[in-house]
C-alpha cells in the first residue's frame, strides 16, 4: 500500500497564510495533545515567519514555543521552515551561526528541517544540510516552484539531484504561489520521482483554487506525501483541507490511516478559533477565497496586494496593469529569479518605480541592485553583463557563495547580547532581529519581576510579517 504521509501545518504555515502568523501558543496548547494523537507523518510548528511573529507581536519566547509543543506532542514528528543561509531573518547569516541555529532547533525538539533558497542556489543551503545531518536531523530540502521559459522539468530534474547529492533526506515541491496545475503536478511528481531516490513531498497553497486537485494527482502519481491545513484555517491563501484529503484517499491505496472522526473533533476546537480571529479582525473572510490572478500574472497573491499598496501611496493605483505587465520583465533582466520572499518583494517594487517615474532603472533599489550584484546567491539564468554594468556602475559583481565573504559572527553577536541573555539560545534571537529583540527582552525582564510592560502590538492588529 503506497500510504500518503500528511504534514498538517495549522500551527505554522496555516495561520501565517491566513492571519499574519498570530496565533499564539495559547491559542494552541489545549489542542496539542490532541493533534499528538492523530498520527500525522509530522506537523510544522516552527519557522517561517513565526519567529519574527512572537517576538514582535506576540511577546512570546519562540524557543520555549517549540520546547512547550515538544512537551505536549511528544509522539509527533516536528517541522520547521528554514531559509538555508538566511536562517529566519532576512539577510545571509555566517556559517557558525548557521550551525548554531540547526544545532538549538534540533536540540529544543525539532525533527525535520525544510531548508529552502529563494533562488535555488544550492550553496545556499550546503551548511545548513550538513548541520542538520550532523546533529541527526532530517534535512528535506525544498525547490521553489515557478513558472517561467527556463523552469522546465529538466532544471527541476537537475537541482533535485544536487539536492540529493547535498545529503538532504528528502524533497520537497514548494509550490507556494499556487502556481502548480494538476496536470503539471502529476508529471512534475513522475518525474523527479525518476530522478531521484529520496521521498518527494508535496506543498502547494489553495490561493488559486487548485491545490485538492492537484494533491490527487500528485497521489497518483507516487509522492510520498503532501501539506494539508485543518479546515477551519484552509482553503483561500492557506492549504487544502486536512479531512477532506483525508476522505478523498480513504479505502484507496493511498489511504492515509487517519481517523475522520478524530479529526472532526479536532475541527471543532479551530472552529472556535476561527470565529475569535474573525470577531477579532485577524481574519479577513476575504482570504478564504481562491484568487486566479496568480495564475494570469504569474504573481504571489501576497506580492499582487503589495504591488497596489505601493501604487496607491504614489497616487498612482490606476497604473497596477502596467507594472503588472513591467514584472516579467524586470524578472528576465533580473535572471529570472523566482518569486518567493525576499525575491518577490525586490522584483515588484523595481517594476513600480520603473512605471512610475516613466523611465527603467532611472531609480534603482539598493534591494535590486544587489540581486543583481549576487548578494542573494547565483540566479537561475545569467545576467547580462551589460545590464549588470548599467545597474552596479564601477561595483563588482560577486561570484562565489554570499556566505564566503562572511567573517564568523558568533562571538560578536554573544557580546552584543550579552547584557540581555538568560539563555544561549538568545544570542539567536538577537543574531537575527538585533532591533527587535531587545524590547522582547525587557518586556520578558520586566515580567520576571513583576514590572508593567506595555507591549507594542497589545491589541494584536494584524501587521503583515
Known amino acids: 500500500m503506497a500510504k500518503l504521509n500528511i504534514t498538517e501545518t495549522v500551527l505554522r504555515d496555516a495561520h501565517q497564510s491566513l492571519l499574519a502568523t498570530r496565533m499564539s501558543i495559547n491559542d494552541m496548547i489545549d489542542i496539542l495533545p490532541e493533534l499528538d494523537k492523530i498520527g500525522f507523518y509530522s506537523a510544522e510548528v516552527w519557522g517561517g515567519a513565526t519567529f519574527d511573529s512572537c517576538i514582535r507581536f506576540l511577546n512570546e519566547d519562540p524557543w520555549e514555543r517549540l520546547r512547550i509543543i515538544r512537551r505536549e506532542m511528544p509522539n509527533t514528528k516536528l517541522q520547521m521552515l528554514f531559509r538555508g543561509q538566511n536562517m529566519l531573518g532576512y539577510r545571509h547569516y555566517a556559517d557558525d551561526l548557521v550551525e548554531y541555529f540547526v544545532q538549538k532547533s534540533i536540540a529544543n525538539g525539532i525533527d525535520i528541517i525544510r531548508i529552502f533558497d529563494a533562488l535555488n542556489d544550492i550553496r545556499n543551503l550546503e551548511t545548513a544540510i550538513k548541520a542538520a545531518n550532523k546533529e541527526g536531523g532530517h534535512a528535506q530540502v525544498a525547490i521553489s516552484y515557478t513558472t517561467g521559459e527556463v523552469f522546465t522539468h529538466q532544471y527541476y530534474i537537475d537541482y533535485a539531484k544536487r539536492i540529493e547529492e547535498a545529503g538532504a533526506k528528502s524533497l520537497c515541491i514548494k509550490d507556494m504561489a499556487a502556481l502548480l496545475t494538476p496536470y503539471e503536478a502529476s508529471t512534475l511528481v513522475k518525474d523527479l520521482k525518476a530522478a531521484v531516490k529520496i521521498p518527494v513531498q508535496l506543498h502547494t497553497h489553495y490561493t488559486s483554487g487548485l491545490a485538492s486537485m492537484c494533491i490527487m494527482k500528485a497521489a497518483e502519481a507516487?509522492?510520498?506525501?503532501?501539506?494539508?491545513?485543518?479546515?477551519?484555517?484552509?482553503?483561500?491563501?492557506?492549504?487544502?483541507?486536512?479531512?477532506?484529503?483525508?476522505?478523498?484517499?480513504?479505502?484507496?491505496?493511498?489511504?492515509?490511516?487517519?481517523?475522520?472522526?478524530?479529526?472532526?473533533?479536532?475541527?471543532?476546537?479551530?472552529?472556535?478559533?476561527?470565529?475569535?480571529?474573525?470577531?477579532?479582525?485577524?481574519?479577513?473572510?476575504?482570504?478564504?477565497?481562491?484568487?486566479?490572478?496568480?495564475?494570469?500574472?504569474?504573481?504571489?497573491?501576497?506580492?499582487?496586494?503589495?504591488?497596489?499598496?505601493?501604487?496607491?501611496?504614489?497616487?498612482?493605483?490606476?497604473?497596477?496593469?502596467?507594472?503588472?505587465?513591467?514584472?516579467?520583465?524586470?524578472?528576465?533582466?533580473?535572471?529570472?529569479?523566482?518569486?518567493?520572499?525576499?525575491?518577490?518583494?525586490?522584483?515588484?517594487?523595481?517594476?513600480?518605480?520603473n512605471v512610475i517615474t516613466g523611465e527603467r532603472y532611472k531609480t534603482v533599489t539598493k534591494e535590486f541592485k544587489g540581486l543583481v550584484k549576487g548578494e542573494y546567491g547565483k540566479t537561475p539564468v545569467t545576467i547580462d553583463p551589460e545590464f549588470q554594468k548599467q545597474i552596479l556602475k564601477d561595483e563588482k559583481p560577486i561570484t562565489?557563495?554570499?556566505?564566503?565573504?562572511?567573517?564568523?559572527?558568533?562571538?560578536?553577536?554573544?557580546?552584543?547580547?550579552?547584557?540581555?541573555?538568560?539563555?544561549?539560545?538568545?544570542?539567536?534571537?538577537?543574531?537575527?532581529?538585533?532591533?527587535?529583540?531587545?524590547?522582547?527582552?525587557?518586556?520578558?525582564?520586566?515580567?520576571?519581576?513583576?514590572?508593567?510592560?506595555?507591549?507594542?502590538?497589545?491589541?494584536?492588529?494584524?501587521?503583515?510579517?
Open 222 to 353: 507516487g509522492v510520498d506525501g503532501v501539506d494539508t491545513a485543518m479546515s477551519p484555517l484552509a482553503n483561500g491563501t492557506s492549504h487544502a483541507p486536512t479531512e477532506s484529503v483525508v476522505a478523498a484517499f480513504q479505502g484507496t491505496e493511498y489511504d492515509t490511516g487517519l481517523d475522520l472522526v478524530k479529526l472532526n473533533e479536532i475541527r471543532e476546537y479551530f472552529m472556535g478559533l476561527r470565529k475569535k480571529y474573525i470577531d477579532s479582525g485577524l481574519l479577513d473572510p476575504s482570504m478564504l477565497a481562491s484568487n486566479t490572478k496568480a495564475l494570469l500574472y504569474q504573481v504571489p497573491g501576497g506580492m499582487l496586494s503589495n504591488l497596489l499598496s505601493q501604487l496607491k501611496q504614489a497616487g498612482k493605483a490606476d497604473q497596477l496593469e502596467e507594472v503588472l505587465k513591467e514584472v516579467p520583465r524586470v524578472r528576465k533582466d533580473s535572471g529570472f529569479p523566482p518569486l518567493v520572499t525576499p525575491t518577490s518583494q525586490i522584483v515588484g517594487t523595481q517594476a513600480v518605480f
Open 400 to 465: 562565489c557563495r554570499p556566505a564566503d565573504l562572511l567573517e564568523p559572527e558568533f562571538e560578536t553577536m554573544k557580546k552584543e547580547a550579552a547584557e540581555w541573555t538568560e539563555q544561549e539560545e538568545d544570542i539567536l534571537t538577537y543574531a537575527m532581529f538585533p532591533k527587535v529583540a531587545p524590547n522582547f527582552f525587557k518586556a520578558r525582564r520586566d515580567k520576571k519581576y513583576g514590572v508593567d510592560s506595555k507591549h507594542s502590538d497589545a491589541e494584536n492588529k494584524v501587521h503583515p510579517v
